[in-house]
Every structure is written in C-alpha cells, then in structure tokens.
C-alpha cells in the first residue's frame, strides 16, 4: 500500500469549540438479508419483542447453552467488511426515491452503522481499527475494515429467546436472516445515509409499511455478564459505551438487557434507556456525548476535505487509526490515508447506476 503524497500541512483531529447541530433521524427505507444472506427488498426479517417480556424488569432463567445444545446452529462466518455496504447499495439501486437527487446521491456519506459507531468511541476506546473510503460523483463511501471478534456462538441467541417474527405468535420461529432500517440524518450540515441492523421493534401488530414502522420503537436486545456486585465506581465501562454509540445515532431509545450470571444463564431481563447511559451513573464520567458527536464530526470533515480533489471509485483512501494504551480525549494526533486501487469497493453495476442516473 502506497503513502499518498502530502501537500498539506500535517492535520490533526482536533474538537473544536463549534455547536453541534444533530438533525433527527429520517427512515427512509427498509430491507432484509436471509439466511444466506442475500438481499430482499421487502420487510420480512422484521421480528417483534415477545409481549410476555413488554414488563420489565423481570425474572428468567433462560439457560443460553442448553438452548444453543438443543438447537441446529452452526457458526456462521464473519461479513466480509464490504458485504453489508454492497447490500446497501443494492437497496439505493432498488429504492431510488427520497434517496436520489439532481441525478445524485443526496448525501454526503453513505455506510453502514458500524462505522458511525466506532467513529463516535474514537475518542475513549484504546482499540484501533482501519476505515476505507471511496468517492462516486460527489458521495463518499465508508466501510470499516476492521471485524469484532464473534462471541460464542450460544452467546448470540438470546435475541431468539425474546423476540417473535409474528406479534401475534409467539412460538414463531426466528430465522438467522437480518432486518436492516435505512436512515438519514444531519450533523452540522454533513449529510449521513446510512443503514443499520435493526433487532426488532415493540408493536401490537404487524408492520409492513415504513409509515407504520416509524410509529413503532426500534430495541436492541443484548446480554451481558451481571457485574453489578463487583462493580466499582472508578471502573471505566466501555461496554455501555459502545451501547450508547451503536443506539443513539439511529435514534433507538430502548436496549432490553438479559444479565447472565457465570454460567451463562440469563437471570433477569430490564429495560435500559439509552437516554440515561450519558449520565454520570453509567458513564462513570470518562467519556461525554458532545465529545462523541465533536469527534464524528471532524472525522467526516476531516475525510471530506482530503478528498476534496478526489472522485473516482476505485481510488481508496484506507485511514488508521491506531491502537493505544493511552486513555481519554487528550488522544489527538495525526491522521493520514494510504491510497491504493480497489476495482471491488463499489461493484460496476452499482458504479454504472450511479454514473447514468437520470431520477430527479
């Protein structure tokens, strides 16, 4: 991989003082993947929370292995980091409207959830990790090459404990097959399209229109060990950290929460706002909100203006930002792009598309 030439002074991220003006969230759209992961453009990997856990909080004992035994689950391989941005953009070339305009993407960013997650955590998690970008006809494309290590497999299946895909039957079977919202949404005038895996939602009946979707209350189902009783107070939780960053910025209000105990068995279910997760009690005061959102925003800008004279979307410009032992928001330092060429970033259907649109 090539270092790019610098003609500019060095850069650094620095936060600067200036207001952060944070538009709501628009959803404008809805797909699925199935099972093998293939796109549909439809609704049909919508899935509900069971009406038996609406009260919360409540006592369970929901033995996550002996389920994971009795079930035929196989570990399934990690996304390719580019796979959900190409999915993605399968569902612009399929829903063009309120998407395109002057014959363009209408935004000024277009990725998957995971990016914004990690770029608002920059600031205080010590993990680093590699962002590529791509310019097609005045849009950037960002995808995160760095992949989460999975947890174990039985770790994954509380979801299936709790939601339905039929409100009105809960003994409906859960497919492995994944519901992902479409939404857009503003900071300081830098206009984000973007697409996030959606858990489920609370309703009484079935949705099957975005209008009756953005009535519902999208969750996000977790589970995590039960450190309550050896929790500190100076103990800095990244965990609700990474809660907030991943459920704030597509506006989920509500995580609903099993807490297992050493034997993986879930215990008890409560309903975690993702409002309270900026107070104090849960951020341990190590990291802030405008911090966060401060630090999103100079990364776009930052990647906006280095790719002020670039658009061609085989050209990548890979950031990295690196891992550290140092903690807290003084980490600011420079960051450069590799450049190099990826005639696979955007497929040449999707390049093709965008190149001849002619919707207004």
């Known amino acids: 991989m090539a270092r790019r030439k610098q003609n500019k002074k060095s850069t650094k991220l620095t936060l600067d003082e200036q207001e952060i003006e944070l538009g709501d969230s628009v959803i404008v759209g809805a797909y699925s993947t199935d099972e093998n992961r293939e796109f549909k453009n439809d609704m049909s990997a919508l899935k509900y929370l069971k009406k038996s856990y609406w009260t919360t909080p409540q006592d369970v004992n929901i033995n996550l292995k002996e389920i994971c035994n009795n079930m035929e689950l196989t570990d399934s391989k990690p996304h390719n980091y580019l796979e959900r941005l190409n999915l993605?953009?399968?569902?612009?070339?399929?829903?063009?409207?309120?998407?395109?305009?002057?014959?363009?993407?209408?935004?000024?960013f277009v990725c998957?959830?995971?990016?914004?997650?990690?770029?608002?955590?920059?600031?205080?998690?010590?993990?680093?990790?590699?962002?590529e970008a791509v310019k097609l006809k005045g849009t950037i494309y960002l995808a995160l090459k760095t992949v989460k290590e999975q947890p174990p497999i039985h770790?994954?299946?509380f979801e299936s404990c709790v939601l339905t895909s039929n409100p009105n039957d809960e003994s409906s079977s859960i497919k492995k097959d994944e519901f992902n919202v479409v939404i857009k949404r503003e900071l300081n005038g830098l206009k984000i399209l973007f697409a996030a895996e959606c858990d489920g939602i609370i309703s009484e009946?079935?949705?099957?229109?975005?209008?009756?979707?953005?009535?519902?209350?999208?969750?996000?189902?977790?589970t995590r060990f039960d450190k309550d009783v050896h929790y500190v107070k100076t103990f800095h939780d990244h965990r609700k950290l990474d809660f907030w960053c991943q459920s704030f910025i597509p506006s989920i209000d509500i995580i609903y929460l099993g807490k297992r105990d050493d034997q993986d068995v879930v215990k008890r279910i409560e309903k975690l706002y993702v409002k309270s997760l900026e107070e104090p009690e849960h951020s341990a005061k190590f990291w802030d909100k405008d911090v966060c959102l401060k630090r999103l925003r100079e990364w776009l800008r930052h990647i906006k203006t280095d790719m002020s004279d670039v658009d061609d979307p085989c050209t990548v410009f890979c950031y990295e930002w690196k891992e550290r032992l140092k903690?807290?928001?003084?980490?600011?330092?420079?960051?450069?792009?590799?450049?190099?060429?990826?005639?696979?970033?955007?497929s040449c259907d999707y390049i093709s598309f965008i190149n001849n649109l002619k919707y207004n």
């Open 88 to 108: 993605f953009t399968k569902f612009i070339q399929k829903n063009p409207e309120n998407i395109i305009k002057n014959r363009k993407i209408d935004a000024d």
């Open 155 to 157: 770790l994954t299946i």
């Open 327 to 346: 903690k807290g928001p003084q980490n600011d330092f420079p960051v450069w792009a590799d450049q190099h060429q990826n005639e696979e970033f955007l």
């Open 112 to 131: 998957f959830r995971g990016v914004l997650t990690w770029l608002l955590g920059s600031v205080y998690n010590c993990q680093g990790f590699t962002l």
């Open 205 to 222: 009946d079935v949705v099957d229109s975005i209008n009756k979707l953005e009535l519902s209350k999208l969750i996000e189902i977790k």
